[in-house]
């Protein structure tokens, strides 16, 4: 069994950049997709960003031109660029990584935009 271990949440200033990193407690899954997902206070999580091991990336309007993720497949790590940020972005960013067969996901990094 795989964890995924998030850091990089906190609270920054609308306008503000944060990067978040996601990695696997251990290697060699070579995971299909991985990518981020996020719930706000009372809202259904939904999806940010999501990247193949090779392929392009797959955004979400909402963060097309300021969030960026990439991949480091060597070491199954997964990271969330994200700039200029907005208050509608504050959220619990979960990160996520799939196989054929499992669906793994971090526990949950809490991201705050206010001033």
């Known amino acids: 069994q795989v964890q995924l271990v998030e850091s990089g949440g906190g609270l920054v200033q609308p306008g503000g950049s944060l990067r978040l990193s996601c990695v696997a407690s251990?290697?060699?899954?070579?995971?299909?997709?991985m990518g981020w997902y996020r719930q706000a206070p009372g809202k259904q999580r939904e999806l940010v960003a999501t990247?193949?091991?090779?392929?392009?990336?797959n955004y979400a309007d909402s963060v097309k031109g300021r969030f960026t993720i990439v991949r480091d497949n060597p070491k199954d790590t997964v990271y969330l660029q994200m700039n200029s940020l907005k208050p509608e972005d504050t959220a619990v960013y979960y990160c996520?990584?799939?196989?054929?067969?499992?669906?793994?996901w971090g526990q949950g990094s809490q991201v705050t935009v206010s001033s």
């Open positions: 990247k193949g091991r090779w392929g392009s990336p």
């Open positions: 251990r290697s060699g899954f070579s995971f299909d997709v």
């Open positions: 996520n990584a799939k196989t054929n067969e499992d669906d793994f």
